[in-house]
């Protein structure tokens, strides 16, 4: 009976996150009075579209470095190729392809410096992560409002503000639904984006392979000792950046991927959430900050934009106005990575008690001989 117990003590608190998402859809969907059909279309295109971001999450935490906050840089790589495409007037998936090449070294070169600032804040990957993204945003957006137009040709005026030089704040994408129209099929009045899906299926393929490698191997040898794997011969630092270059290359890929099913680009702000709801969405799924899999990313995306989809109409139904649902689910946006965290905090202090009881008890015994 006690190991009943145990495991149900043990299963509540691992599953905490997603019971509670759970719940709270399961009362908001009849409040919200939306019909089946327009839910699962919803979740469908949402799927498609945040997947990928949320997959990008999964190398750092394996290799020990928690949540990476710090992808937002490859999303900021994939909006400047995407920038350029438009300039240059590429339209459909060849133009999302060409944005990709184009933020790909970016994002390379990026996540090495992302790596590097974050061996210097080891046990504090996270926050010091989200810090960084906020230094190369201020970059960033110099890079556009200054440069591009004056010294980086822009040859077109739609994109220009009107002194001349500058990017505007929002740009219509002339590649929108580039990948989203590939092979688009229509089930029970569902539009399902087969092409979408598939490059998802290829990020997950890619995963699950990348884990069964050498590299792969040593990341999750560094997640989970960093001091052993450096006695095995592992380069920790250099395994620990590789982690990051990956994860802000994929990042890169998937903000390309969720912008062109927008269709508009939110220039200068457009990446600033990337990172909070993919995490969000990763952990809903039933991932922590030490522990993640492509199972945890797909269901806590559905999970997490299911909760995004009804609560403002559940909450205009409940209260007359639907800002309320708004602020609720910005509230548990935030909430649901804080919580995690707190979990995570709590899980390492009561490892760490255990530890010394152990070692209390192994010295007990050997006093006793």
């Not at 059909?37 to 020990?64: C, H, K, N, Q, W």
């Not at 590429?90 to 390379?108: C, D, F, Q, R």
């Not at 997640?223 to 590789?242: C, L, N, P, Y």
């Not at 809903?284 to 999970?303: E, Q, R, Y």
Request: hydrophobic share 50%; glycine share 12%; aromatic share 10%.
């Amino acid at each position: 009976m006690k190991l009943d117990n145990q495991s149900m003590k043990k299963f509540l608190t691992s599953s905490a996150v997603p019971i509670l998402f759970i719940l709270i859809s399961a009362v908001a969907i009849p409040i919200s009075k939306f019909t089946g059909i327009y839910l699962i279309r919803e979740i469908v295109t949402r799927l498609s579209r945040d997947s990928f971001l949320v997959l990008a999450l999964l190398l750092p935490v394996m290799a020990g470095m928690g949540i990476n906050f710090g992808m937002v840089l490859g999303a900021m790589a994939g909006q400047i190729g995407l920038i350029f495409i438009t300039d240059w007037g590429i339209k459909g998936a060849a133009g999302l392809v060409l944005a990709m090449i184009i933020g790909t070294p970016i994002a390379i070169l990026l996540g090495y410096f992302g790596g590097v600032v974050l061996n210097r804040a080891k046990g504090r990957e996270m926050i010091t992560s989200m810090m960084l993204g906020f230094f190369i945003a201020g970059i960033y957006q110099f890079f556009l409002l200054y440069l591009c137009g004056s010294i980086i040709p822009i040859k077109s005026p739609t994109l220009l503000l009107s002194r001349g030089y500058g990017i505007r704040n929002a740009i219509n994408l002339d590649a929108t639904g580039g990948f989203d129209k590939l092979l688009l099929i229509n089930i029970g009045g569902v539009p399902i984006p087969v092409g979408t899906f598939l490059i998802i299926a290829l990020i997950c393929i890619f995963t699950m392979w990348f884990r069964k490698t050498k590299l792969g191997q040593e990341m999750r040898a560094v997640g989970q000792d960093m001091t052993v794997s450096e006695t095995a011969g592992i380069k920790v630092e250099k395994t620990r950046i590789q982690s990051i270059i990956i994860s802000t290359v994929i990042a890169c890929y998937g903000q390309v991927i969720y912008l062109q099913n927008i269709g508009t680009l939110n220039t200068y702000n457009g990446s600033d959430q990337a990172a909070l709801f993919a995490a969000a969405a990763l952990l809903v799924g039933g991932a922590t900050v030490s522990k993640a899999s492509i199972p945890n990313a797909i269901i806590g995306t559905g999970l997490f934009h299911l909760m995004f989809v009804v609560m403002p109409m559940a909450g205009k139904n409940l209260t007359g106005q639907a800002m309320i649902g708004e602020y609720f689910r910005m509230f548990v946006s935030y909430g649901v990575v804080t919580l995690a965290l707190v979990l995570h905090a709590w899980k390492r202090q009561k490892d760490k008690e255990m530890d010394r009881a152990y070692l209390r008890a192994g010295n007990g015994r050997n006093v006793a001989r």
